[in-house]
């Protein structure tokens, strides 16, 4: 089974057997119920379609709710598709047990937005540094951005303002140290992008 769809609850920190405090985060894991497989003859490859966190059956379309009642499942808010040949079926259960301590996940998230942003925040730009000589308000500016006559232009990829953050991030080889089956979750070494209860997968 390659993966999961989870949660995440929040950042704290365990000590180690030697003694080290080690920052890590909460994840919810499933349980996820298996609301699709797809396979070679049918659709063209193999994967199954996995769904997490209940939802209200009026906020749900018709078609939606055919898809679930296929599944024998109630309507869920989160669907992800994972690439799988697995012997898994139609309404099959999966939950956090398919993880052992010890094992290195990938999880994938969404960053926190922070909106428009100047140089200094977005690409740590240091500014002018010196209010002393003359800078009255430059001190976040960016500086120059294009050279003379020639190219006449601004090259792409110009580091400038702009959108910070609410991007897509994979943060690899994160480390499972506890695993609490009784309350579906795991936690994981280091940190993870999103905001607390924002929606992440969890692969193996």
Known sequence: MP????KKIGMTSIFSEEGKNIPCTILEVGPCKVTQVKTEEIDGYNAIQLGFADQ?????SKAALGHFKKADSTPLKKLIEFPAD??????????VEIFEEGDFVTVTGTSKGKGFQGVVKRHNFRGVGDATHGQHNRLRAPGSIGAASYPA????GMRMAGQMGNERIKVENLQVLRVLADKNMIVVKGAV???????IIIEK
């Not at 697995?86 to 939950?95: E, K, R, S």
């Open 3 to 6: 993966g999961l769809i989870g």
């Open 56 to 60: 209200k059956e009026s906020r749900v």
């Open 86 to 95: 697995t012997d898994v079926a139609l309404g099959d259960v999966l939950n």
């Open 153 to 156: 232009r601004v090259f792409k």
């Open 193 to 199: 992008p999103g905001a607390n209860n924002s929606y």
